[in-house]
């Protein structure tokens, strides 16, 4: 097992192939990977739609940045963020300070074909069409391209491929 210096930090929209980018990473780096909203769930045992219906999108963004705090103190692994991770200032200074920080990129229909059937994604919920994930991504995209160390197109790849692109750029 290859032994990292820092996290491996995967950022970008919903649906952009954080997660399974994240476990192709894993498996060819043969590093542990973890899932900040995984860790969220896990700590609260309650779905993201529940703690956005229930405590508010405040609530969890609390936690996600607590979550930075958590793995800070951890071993460097691979870690998959929420798409919103970025959003925050204060978030891209506690990654930047433990991590790379690799921004995965992809056009407005790709993340619809990738989203289009959750029930999973709280700010998607009737709004679940290209026009709106435009607009969305539009608003995110400066602070998403300003957290980046390394900005990845990952339109028609695979996770695998996508994992690979990141390899090269990182080494
Ligand atoms: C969010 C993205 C989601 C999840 C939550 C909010 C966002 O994660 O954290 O629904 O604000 O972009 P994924 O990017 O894994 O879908």
């Known amino acids: 097992?290859?032994?990292l210096q820092k996290h491996i930090f995967l950022i970008g929209f919903m649906g952009v192939?954080?997660?399974s980018t994240s476990r192709e990473l894993a498996k060819e780096l043969n590093i542990k990977e973890t899932d900040t909203d995984a860790m969220i769930v896990e700590m609260e045992q309650r779905s993201i739609p529940e703690i956005f219906e229930t405590s508010g999108e405040a609530?969890?963004?609390q936690k996600e940045t607590g979550i930075l705090d958590i793995l800070a103190k951890q071993e460097a692994c691979?870690?998959?963020?929420?798409g919103g991770m970025a959003m925050r200032e204060e978030n891209v200074a506690k990654m930047k300070k433990s991590g790379t920080v690799v921004?995965?990129?992809a056009t407005p229909e790709t993340i619809y074909s990738h989203?289009?059937?959750?029930?999973q994604r709280p700010l998607l919920n009737g709004?679940?069409?290209v026009p709106y994930i435009r607009q969305l991504m539009e608003e995110r995209e400066p602070k998403y391209q300003a957290a980046a160390d390394v900005c990845i197109e990952t339109d028609g790849l695979t996770p695998?491929?996508?994992a690979e692109r990141v390899v090269e750029a990182l080494q």
């Open 17 to 19: 192939g954080k997660t």
């Open 59 to 61: 609530y969890f963004r």
């Open 1 to 3: 097992m290859i032994k």
């Open 78 to 82: 691979i870690v998959s963020c929420g």
């Open 103 to 105: 921004f995965l990129q």
């Open 115 to 119: 989203v289009k059937s959750s029930t």
């Open 160 to 162: 695998r491929q996508v």
């Open 127 to 129: 709004n679940m069409n």
